[in-house]
């Protein structure tokens, strides 16, 4: 996985699309990305000691939050331009250079989004038993991963064939509702709720990146989010 992540992936690459998006008022990927971090921020607190885990090139952190933050990230390239972007808001490390398991009791919350479907459970649990170790108490894990108890098997499909980069060897576990909650009772949590987001209207913003999002969540709170690409995943140690 690190190879690819190195290597296939441009210095910057999910930032360029949120960017772009904004600069452009449109597109369907810009408007996943942006739906996402508006929904996740809206819980991280300004006075806040913040870990963005797999934060990519750092856009979380750099244009959607203010707390005190730190984002790692496997990949070295991505690092280096989260650090040159937005290093003036938050301190950006490789997780090579970052050693989870001593951060104990220090984050009032926790972020991961986009990272579950890249690893096996074993790995995940690891994961989040040493994320539960490194909160405070009362401190929350926000975890978001593609919902494949629906039509995302389609769109990946779609995306993997027709999109600029293809995930079909990495994205190697496909998440149910069900199934996640199934895996996380095996962890140190045992308090969390499960939800969906990102439904079919953000594709209008494919015309106009506004109107894709207020259809997004006319139609989510018409639903009581009962229908998502995504699903939203809120822990409390």
Known sequence: ?????????????????????????????????????????????????HLDYA???????GQFTNANSI????????????????????????????????????????TILGLFEYLDDN????????????????????????NYGGSMYFIDKALNLFGPVNYNLQNINKFSSRRLVNLIDKSKFSSFKI?????????????????GQIYEKYFARLTKNKFGLLLFLDLTK
């Open 55 to 61: 934060c990519g090139p750092g856009t979380l952190i």
């Open 123 to 146: 790995d995940i649990l690891i994961l989040l038993d040493k994320i539960y170790d490194s909160l405070k108490e009362g401190g929350k894990l926000i975890v978001t991963t593609p």
């Open 1 to 49: 996985m690190n190879n690819f992540w190195e290597d296939q992936l441009s210095p910057g690459y999910y930032d360029n699309i949120v960017t772009t998006g904004i600069k452009n008022k449109r597109g369907i990927q810009a408007c996943w990305h942006i739906l996402t971090y508006k929904k996740v921020a809206k819980y991280i607190n300004d006075s806040f000691n």
């Open 195 to 211: 939800s969906k987001f990102n439904n079919i209207f953000l594709f209008l913003s494919f015309l106009n990146l506004e109107l």
């Open 71 to 110: 984002g790692v990230d496997l990949s070295s390239n991505q690092i280096n331009y989260a650090i040159e972007k937005y290093g003036t808001k938050g301190n950006f490390i490789t997780i090579d250079n970052y050693d989870l398991s001593k951060q104990i009791n220090k984050f009032e919350i926790v």
